[in-house]
């Protein structure tokens, strides 16, 4: 009875190990090469996926952002502003004050 657990035990642990690939990973890790470039590769891909990812997100944020703006922010009061230094300017050119 007592071994009968035992291999019933075995059998589960081993049954683990083939779902976690446990030998393909032990295999990969004495090949130190083969190892380095996996992991090196993967990490090339988390990155370009992580710059794309947060792009698409910075970009949809903007987005929103300059519809919602455009919408409810009174946009000549910026236009009055340029209007000024443009008059400005103009004047400066005309006095001849230009350095």
Known sequence: MENNKIEENVAKLARHFEKANFAEYVELLQKPG?????QFFAGLLRGLGTAIGMTLVFAIVVYISIAVLVKFVQIPIIGSYIAQLVEFVNQSLKSGISR
């Open 34 to 38: 083969k190892f380095f470039l996996l």
